[in-house]
């Protein structure tokens, strides 16, 4: 049985940092492709940040420079350092675990956990 499941969210201050993770079960990791989403109410859901088995990263413009996305594939664990937090960055972020395609289309993806919130005040 697959099985993601996110933790580490929390309520933080515009500017603080939080960390995010995701461990994985019941299929072989390093295979997918990892990612992290998030959703805001009454958005879309957006791609923030994946990882593929070999370690190669992709992120959203509105990201880049504040997020880390990485993995330890011995414990089949993703991860998501979020750093200089904006009240935009608000939103239920979802881990999730798939094939190929786009990275940021949540349609290309198999798997999703639960999620976790972020919320992050001004």
């Known amino acids: 049985q697959v099985q993601l499941v996110e933790s580490g969210g929390g309520s933080v201050q515009a500017g603080g940092s939080l960390s995010l993770s995701c461990a994985a079960s019941g299929y072989a990791y390093s295979s997918y492709l990892m990612a992290w989403f998030r959703q805001a109410p009454g958005k879309e859901r957006e791609g923030v940040a994946a990882?593929?088995?070999?370690?190669?990263?992709y992120y959203a413009d509105s990201v880049k420079g504040r997020f880390t996305i990485s993995q330890d594939n011995a414990k089949n664990t993703m991860y998501l350092q979020m750093n200089s937090l904006k009240p935009e960055d608000t939103a239920m972020y979802y881990c999730a675990a798939g094939y190929s395609g786009a990275w940021y289309v949540p349609n290309y993806y198999h798997y999703w956990g639960q999620g976790t919130q972020v919320t992050v005040s001004s």
């Open positions: 990882i593929t088995g070999a370690g190669n990263t």
